[in-house]
């Protein structure tokens, strides 16, 4: 499908925008693709600093297209579904590799593999009438891989009850747990979430880079492991150029001379 995700902007703050409406930008076979192969350009344009992710419509994103999943597995057999969910692992690791931060535009809904999908980001800005919910469960589906990044946002024992429950998140609720950064009035939300792009991407590109990796992988090391890599990760930005010259301004008391 020509045009199902849609890039603005070639530098600085570049927009995605998840463009099928009718299906609410479900993450059909086709999304997956598109939005996997636009990450994977965008990571490697050094000129491109912040990517906002957003959908087109009356939803963010509305999470697996279960039509085309029925259809396909007919097709193809119950291989098909292993291979749909490696597929859609791949697109959320891409996030996370990504070297410029990524912030979820959210509106309308974002459910299921929706909702996996601001997990994954690294910030979220929604409209404060938004929906989030891992609701597979009212259908018999336990949202198993949605799960991995939502319990790596929010508490165990709310992303449990949300797995069993197949209850909603307000937007204000997915700030005070975590899930998003700040919920904004609808009408605000573009503004918003632009103004927070512009923040990080002002800030020096390799700095921002270095840091959203040494984040995620700290995560995952024990204490004192995790302290012993960022102490080589700092060593290491402070060995740059662009470091050194903002040290040099602080001290000095002046804006830093960065080309």
Not at 72 to 87: T, V
Not at 112 to 141: E, H, K, M, P, Y
């Amino acid at each position: 499908m020509v045009g199902i995700v849609v890039q603005e902007g070639t530098e600085g703050v570049v927009t995605l925008t998840m463009s099928s409406p009718k299906n609410l930008n479900a993450l059909s076979d086709e999304m997956i693709e598109a939005l996997t192969g636009s990450l994977l350009r965008i990571g490697n344009d050094p000129k491109i600093r912040v990517v906002i992710l957003r959908g087109e419509g009356k939803a963010f994103c509305a999470g697996h297209d279960l039509k085309q999943m029925t259809a396909r597995k007919e097709e193809r057999g119950d291989s098909y579904y292993a291979d749909l969910f490696q597929r859609c692992a791949k697109m959320v690791l891409t996030l996370r590799d990504l070297p410029q931060p990524v912030i979820a535009q959210v509106h309308g809904v974002a459910t299921a593999a929706g909702c996996q999908l601001v997990a994954s980001c690294d910030l979220a800005v929604a409209a404060d009438t938004t929906r989030f919910g891992v609701n597979g469960v009212n259908i018999g589906l336990f949202c198993s891989t949605p799960m991995v990044a939502l319990s790596r946002n929010i508490s165990r024992k709310k992303a449990f009850e949300l797995l069993t429950t197949g209850e909603f998140l307000t937007a204000a609720e997915a700030e005070t747990h975590g899930l998003i950064n700040h919920a904004v009035p609808e009408a605000e939300l573009a503004t918003a979430t632009r103004e927070l792009a512009e923040k990080i991407a002002a800030k020096r590109g390799a700095v921002v880079k270095l840091g959203k990796e040494a984040f995620y992988k700290q995560l995952e090391l024990p204490l004192d492991k995790a302290y012993a890599y960022t102490g080589d990760v700092m060593a290491r930005n402070l060995a740059l150029d662009d470091t050194q010259e903002g040290i040099a301004a602080f001290l000095e008391k002046r804006a830093p001379n960065w080309d």
